[in-house]
Structure formats: structure tokens, C-alpha cells
């Protein structure tokens, strides 16, 4: 160690720091500042984001929640409890019980006009395809993967777009006289060729399925535009449906039972729901207020 003269005291040695140093560091701490306040800022956003999106599932939620009647409850859980019943005494598949409640949960909450009906039938469309598939019912297995998958994504959004803030449930329609004369020129022509496309293939109840298949193909378009005419059509799918099921289930077929349930409570529900939708739609024309 060395030592100042005249004195005991170490000499300090201080270091000298170049004009290119002093620079160096300067950007190290704003590069630093930078980063830490982009940090912040990305956290800031984050939750604002998180907050955001829990506002809307909250005010969505609520909406789902609302304008419920005693009976349409009550309707809702007989329907889900007659399926799960029926499928336990008839030692049903899981996959046969799955469809079969979140179908009829689709279907009695896209009556009520409620979004959350599009959730419970992507579930329920993955499900019967795979059932519809082991049946060899092609139509119906092609309808739901190719069409009916993506219509519930469309009718979720849609929905959400012709939602009454009053009623929290999507706005009813009527179709002109020329939208139905289209539909049901396209339903006699588009089960003509399809039927004999499937009895080319070997499909079981080629026409009855081709039927079901094309007539579901408007009706879900009617579904997604709210139009009330989509319920006729239901009711006349749901009607050939169950006496295709009726055959699986007679021939012993795995979760053709639980299935055939389902389509009888489809059966029921587009009657109950035609007959809601009428009231409030004529009630509406009447008033001149519609919902």
C-alpha cells in the first residue's frame, strides 16, 4: 500500500472515467428505464385487459341469467332429467349421455333466445357426429361437422350482435313469403340428390337421412336469423329424426337410446317453442314493440 508524503494516511487512488464511458452508462440506465417502463406498461395493459374481459363475461353471464320464467326453468331441467334417467336404466355410453343433455340444453336455450345455447351445441355436435358416424348415418354425420360446428361459432355471434338490452335474449323475426318459398324449393331439390348421393354410398335411410340433413341446413340458417319459421322446420326434422333413431335403437344400437330421447324432447321443445315464439311475435306486431 502506498502512503501520501508527510503523512500515515493511504493514498486513494480515484478512478478517472472517460467521456466514452460516462456515455456507455448513460444509455445502459436509459435503455434500462426503458425497459422497466415498457414492463410496466405491458403489466398495465395486461389487467386493464383481464379487467376488461371480466366485465364482459360478467355482463354476458348476467344477461343468461335474466328474464327467466318459472315454467321455462322447470321445462329445462325435466328435459335434462328425463335424459339422464332414461340413459341410466338403459346403461347408455357416456358419449350417448353427453349429447344427449347438452342437445337438449341447446335446443330449450336457443328457444329461450339465449347465447349460451351455441356453447352447449358445439359439445353436443362433436359428440353425435361420433354416434351418428358408428350408425352409419352419413348425412347426419357430415351436416354436423361441416356445417353445424361452424353455425354455432356464427350464431354465437350473431346473437350476441341482435341481443335486446331490455329482455337479455336475441330479437325475433318473421320471413317474407319469398324466403320461405326459397327454402322449401331448396329442401325438396336438395333431398333429391342428396338422398341419392347417400344410397350410392350405402347409407342407411338415404332419403329420410338426406331429409333431416338438408331441412337442417335451412333451419339453421333461420335459427341463426331468429326467423320463427325455423321451428316448423325443426319440428318436421325432429319428427323423421326419431324414426330413424327409432331403428337404431330397435336393431341395438350403442347410445341409440339416450339419442332417441334426445330427438323426442327436440320433438317437444320445437312444439313449445313455436307456439312462445308466435305469442311474442304476434304480441310485438300488435304493440309494435318487438324483442
Known amino acids: 500500500m ?3 508524503r508527510g503523512g500515515s494516511s493511504p493514498l486513494i487512488r480515484i478512478p478517472i472515467i472517460s467521456g466514452g464511458e460516462r456515455k456507455a452508462g448513460a444509455v445502459s440506465v436509459a435503455v434500462e428505464l426503458a425497459e422497466r417502463r415498457g414492463r410496466e406498461r405491458r403489466t398495465t395493459m395486461e389487467s386493464s385487459a383481464i379487467r376488461r374481459t371480466a366485465r364482459v363475461g360478467r355482463t354476458w353471464l348476467a344477461n343468461e341469467l335474466r328474464g327467466w ?6 321445462w329445462l331441467a325435466a328435459c335434462c332429467a328425463i335424459i339422464c334417467g332414461l340413459a341410466l336404466y338403459w346403461n ?3 358419449l350417448g349421455v ?5 342437445g337438449v340444453a341447446y335446443v330449450v336455450l336457443a328457444g329461450k333466445g339465449k347465447t349460451s345455447a351455441f356453447l352447449f351445441g358445439v359439445v353436443n355436435v362433436l359428440a353425435y357426429s361420433w ?4 350408425a352409419r348415418y352419413f348425412g347426419e354425420t357430415t351436416l354436423n361437422l361441416a356445417y353445424y360446428l361452424p353455425a354455432q361459432f356464427l350464431g354465437f355471434y350473431y346473437w350476441n350482435r341482435s341481443m335486446d338490452a331490455e329482455t337479455g335474449e336475441a330479437r325475433k323475426r318473421r320471413a317474407s313469403r319469398r324466403t320461405v318459398a326459397l327454402g322449401a324449393l331448396a329442401i325438396g331439390v336438395g333431398t333429391a340428390v342428396y338422398g341419392e348421393f347417400l344410397r350410392r354410398i350405402g347409407g342407411a335411410a338415404p332419403f329420410a337421412d338426406a331429409l333431416t340433413t338438408v331441412a337442417s341446413v335451412v333451419a339453421m340458417a333461420a335459427t341463426i336469423k331468429t326467423l320463427v319459421e325455423q321451428w316448423a322446420i325443426w319440428f318436421t326434422v325432429n319428427s323423421v329424426t326419431i324414426f330413424l333413431w327409432a331403428r337404431a335403437f330397435l336393431n341395438g344400437e350403442e347410445n341409440a337410446g339416450a339419442t332417441l330421447v334426445m330427438w323426442a324432447l327436440y320433438w317437444a321443445n320445437a312444439v313449445v317453442m313455436w307456439v312462445k315464439w308466435e305469442i311474442e311475435l304476434r304480441r310485438a306486431e300488435k304493440t309494435g314493440v318487438f324483442s
Open 2 to 4: 502506498r502512503f501520501a
Open 69 to 74: 320464467r318459472v315454467w321455462e326453468v322447470a
Open 92 to 94: 347408455e355410453g357416456a
Open 98 to 102: 353427453v349429447s344427449a343433455v347438452c
Open 131 to 134: 354416434i351418428s358416424y358408428e
